[in-house]
């Protein structure tokens, strides 16, 4: 027994996230159809949240079950179980498997609330979504990350970027300042809130729309 346990660690796999490319070789950001169902709050987990060594704990045996590499730190964080947002109670390496746009909105949020000097208190829940993005700092996000800010300093971003026509849904013919100007009824938190096909129409609009958040957070914090 303790030979056939010997050759389990020594010929073990570590267990490698499998990425959805898109058509750019990156990896896709529109959610999976298992994450679709998320949506629906009868799959969602409404438990309280686990304290992070709780939930440390409960990777590292999952881990040692599969004759994994426990001193991996990479490998024991893609078995932690999310403790915030629609994703709770699924694997932080589910979630990237299953909808990377989720990994670029939280990125998002976080910096532009360390831009505004926010302090998010929701504890256990802010600890969760923070060791899910150092988990989350594989080559293939990191490069994703940096082709989104390159779109974003590319020409068309920038001279009259701000009368590029929506193109699509309801308001197609309004422009992107138009809507930025007309936040208040709700539409430019739908578009960020959605995850965008890189490079479609509605990518570029929620682009436009987080640089234009943005700024004003970064003139309130000058200002004050």
Request: aromatic share 10%.
């Amino acid at each position: 027994l303790s030979i056939r346990m010997k050759r389990k660690l020594i010929f073990s796999r570590r267990v490698e996230v499998n990425f959805r490319r898109g058509p750019t070789g990156y990896p896709r950001q529109d959610p999976s159809d298992e994450a679709k169902k998320i949506k629906n709050p009868d799959f969602q987990d409404r438990s309280p949240a686990l304290r992070e060594d709780k939930v440390k704990e409960n990777a590292h045996s999952i881990v040692l079950l599969r004759g994994g590499d426990v001193t991996d730190k990479q490998e024991v964080l893609g078995e932690y179980l999310a403790q915030f947002g629609k994703y709770k109670g699924k694997s932080f390496r589910w979630i990237l498997e299953n909808d990377v746009g989720y990994v670029v909105y939280l990125t998002h949020k976080v910096e532009e609330e360390e831009r505004a000097g926010q302090i998010n208190p929701d504890g256990l829940k802010k600890e969760s979504c923070l060791s899910f993005l150092e988990y989350s700092s594989f080559t293939e996000i990191v490069h994703l990350l940096e082709y989104i800010s390159k779109r974003l300093a590319e020409p068309d971003h920038a001279v009259g970027i701000d009368d590029t026509l929506v193109g699509f849904g309801v308001h197609s013919k309004k422009t992107w300042r138009e809507i930025w100007e007309n936040r208040a009824d709700g539409y430019v938190t739908f578009i960020l809130q959605k995850n965008c096909v890189p490079g479609s129409k509605m990518f570029k609009l929620k682009q436009y729309l987080q640089a234009s958040r943005s700024n004003v957070l970064s003139s309130f914090r000058d200002g004050s």
